[in-house]
């Protein structure tokens, strides 16, 4: 088998890359971090995964149709979020309406780790899409990956 | 929910929600219908906003209750309602327009993508349109623009240089948003603010380079993106080479708001105590106004291809909004802010009675337009009607713009002026003639490159088109609609500015 150490070595971090994402994106309401930064480092363990075993294997792991329903998801979850505040009757976004009532704000917090967690889909999402069409050898992206 | 309290934010959650959701439908009708019902939604929207406006003045909402200037504030007055009507009624035409243009024009398969950039496209001008923060005015922007971008290299299945013409957009494009966000930089380095109104405060009385340099750099960007002469070089192959049902949106739309962010700027952030106010209106705007008016015009003329030359068209007709403005006077912003609505009509009845030839034809140049009137005599006499608009013949609304602008021009004294946009339509006449006159005389001549065309366009394409032909001539009669709305968000305008109403 071809690269032994690589492939041994990606697949011993792919793991941790991940973890280390979702640290960073349910850290990120009250450090450094957050939803975009999260994306992309999730994003970064399968384009490891992709280099080291080639496109075709990611692909089988995470298609391009399970992308683009991540990428829907992830702004969904967003602009959802907003929608639901309106729906309790407070302005768009406006997160305190989803725990009214609260001493210490307790709907901001909810809300932005909800709104967190639909841009790490989304930019994780879309980060594997822009790179699935640059690496994709074809002369034509193929149509019916869309 | 309280429908009332929330309707600032409907026309912009409504269709960037809807947007997403369309990559997820099925190819084929389903996407179509999906996003016309959002463009119709949102039109619905629009016009409860501006019943809203009109009868109780400026709304003001903040987002997720953060409350301006700290949070991003939607505000809504005369002025900005009025394009926010412009632009989803023409999205709520072109539309449903689009269906049988694009099948034949996009890959069958990119529906779903092409669908839903339109959406996000229509999200970003009216984003862009609605909101009093200026950072937010660059996100819209930037939204709206690169759905622009993907959306003209969609042309690319029927000719290739859609690509390129879209790449060349790109750059330019960017550079202009670059400008803009610097601009804006440089306001908020002097400022510390971003929301317009506080903007306009902090502002008093802080003439100094930073915010003459904000200034120039606004204006510049703002420039690229509104195609002012001689800065419209990306324009006539973007509109050329563009899918026709995105050409008539945009040709509609797009840089219309553009205009809309010149004076919101102008008037509403910076104000007349300015003297580098007065200087860029004297020396910039109307001097390059004025050029656009007569070297776009004069290039329209020596077009073979009926899409460029409305593209040229486009750019000179700019020159006119630009010329209202410059005035710095009710009367010039009312004739800027009426032709930006009128304009925006004729326009899209034009590029939608080529993109019925396209679909009938297989070609935009004028030899495919030779003999149409017996062919295709529904469309071709949409398009005639709609080119004596543009040219400025009573009863419709192309004659409406033109008197308010001679109106404007006579009375902030600029008496050649007036002289000169009369001289101006005349080469309109020239070039709308010219294809007018193919249509009506001329006999086809079959030179391989395009099909005769057999039957008239579809229902679908006709009724749409027909729609914006008769607002032509509907508020070309009926002047009170647009010319009131627009003196009165003109001079709300002008006394934000400080100037004499």
Redesign the interface.
């Known amino acids: 088998m071809d690269h032994l150490i690589l492939r041994v070595t990606s697949k011993l971090l792919f793991a941790p890359i991940i973890l280390f994402a979702l640290y960073v994106q349910f850290h990120g309401d009250y450090g450094p971090g957050g939803g975009f930064q999260a994306g992309v480092i999730f994003a970064v363990a399968f384009i490891l995964h992709a280099f080291c075993f080639g496109l075709e294997e990611t692909r089988k792991v995470l298609p391009q149709k399970a992308l683009?329903?991540a990428?829907?998801i992830g702004?969904?979850l967003y602009?959802?979020t907003?929608?639901v505040t309106?729906?309790?009757?407070?302005?768009?976004?406006?997160?305190?309406a989803l725990v009214p009532n609260s001493t210490h704000h307790a709907g901001q917090h909810y809300g932005i780790i909800i709104v967190e967690l639909g841009v790490g889909t989304a930019v994780a999402a879309t980060m594997l899409t822009i790179f699935y069409h640059f690496t994709g050898r074809e002369p034509d992206i193929d149509?019916?990956d869309? | 929910?309280?429908i009332v309290a929330?309707l600032p934010?409907l026309p912009i959650?409504m269709p960037?929600?809807a947007a997403?959701?369309t990559?997820?439908l099925p190819r084929g009708r389903a996407p179509h219908l999906w996003a016309c019902l959002f463009t119709w939604l949102t039109f619905a929207a629009c016009i409860a906003l501006f019943r809203e406006v009109a009868a109780t003045g400026p709304i003001s909402?903040?987002?997720?209750?953060w409350a301006p200037p700290i949070g991003i504030e939607y505000r809504i007055d005369l002025a900005n309602a009025l394009v926010l009507l412009l632009v989803s009624g023409i999205a709520s035409v072109v539309f449903p327009f689009a269906y049988r243009s694009v099948q034949l024009e996009v890959?069958q398969?990119?529906t779903?993508?092409f669908y839903g950039a339109l959406l996000i496209c229509m999200t970003g001008l009216l984003g862009v349109t609605i909101t009093g923060d200026a950072f937010n005015v660059f996100v819209f922007l930037e939204i709206s623009s690169l759905s622009t971008y993907a959306l003209i290299a969609m042309g690319a299945r029927r000719d290739r240089r859609a690509l390129t013409a879209a790449f060349n957009y790109l750059v330019m494009g960017t550079i202009g948003a670059t400008f803009f966000v610097i601009g804006i930089g440089l306001l908020y380095q002097s400022t510390g603010t971003l929301n317009m109104a506080d903007l306009a405060q902090q502002l008093i009385g802080q003439d100094n380079r930073m915010v003459q340099a904000g200034f120039a750099f606004i204006l510049v960007g703002m420039g690229l993106k509104l195609a002012m002469f001689p800065m419209h070089l990306w324009l006539p192959n973007a509109y050329t080479y563009a899918p026709s049902a995105v050409t008539a949106f945009l040709a509609a739309t797009a840089t219309k708001v553009a205009v809309y962010v010149i004076i919101r700027f102008f008037f509403s952030v910076f104000n007349f105590d300015f003297a580098f106010i007065g200087a860029a209106f004297t020396y910039v705007l109307l001097p390059l106004g004025l050029a656009g008016m007569f070297v776009a015009s004069f290039v329209a003329v020596f077009q073979e291809d009926v899409k460029r030359m409305l593209a040229y068209s486009s750019v000179a007709q700019i020159g006119y909004m630009l010329l209202g403005l410059s005035f710095a006077t009710v009367e010039g912003l009312t004739a800027s802010l009426v032709h930006i609505f009128n304009h925006a009509l004729m326009k899209a009845a034009l590029f939608m009675a080529v993109a019925c030839v396209v679909l009938r034809s297989g070609s935009h140049s004028i030899h495919a337009f030779a003999g149409l009137s017996k062919r295709m005599p529904v469309t071709t006499w949409a398009f005639i009607i709609s080119g004596l608009s543009l040219i400025g013949v009573p009863l419709t609304v192309g004659f409406i713009s033109k008197w308010y602008l001679l109106n404007a021009a006579f009375a902030a004294g600029h008496w050649y002026a007036g002289f000169l946009i009369v001289a101006s339509s005349l080469i309109a006449l020239a070039y709308i003639g010219r294809v007018a006159e193919v249509m009506l005389l001329k006999e086809p001549a079959d030179d391989g490159k395009f099909v005769l065309p057999k039957e008239e366009a579809p229902l679908s394409m006709l009724v749409p088109m027909w729609i914006l032909v008769a607002a032509n001539i509907y508020f070309g009669v009926r002047t009170d609609l647009t010319g009131d709305i627009a003196t009165r968000a003109a001079e709300a305008l002008m006394m934000m500015a400080g100037g004499a109403p």
């Open positions: 683009t329903i990428m829907v702004f969904l602009s959802g907003g929608l309106m729906l309790l009757g407070a302005n768009f976004l406006d997160y305190d149509q019916e869309w | 929910m309280s929330q934010v959650v960037i929600m997403p959701i990559l997820l909402y903040a987002l997720g209750d890959d398969r990119q779903p993508l």
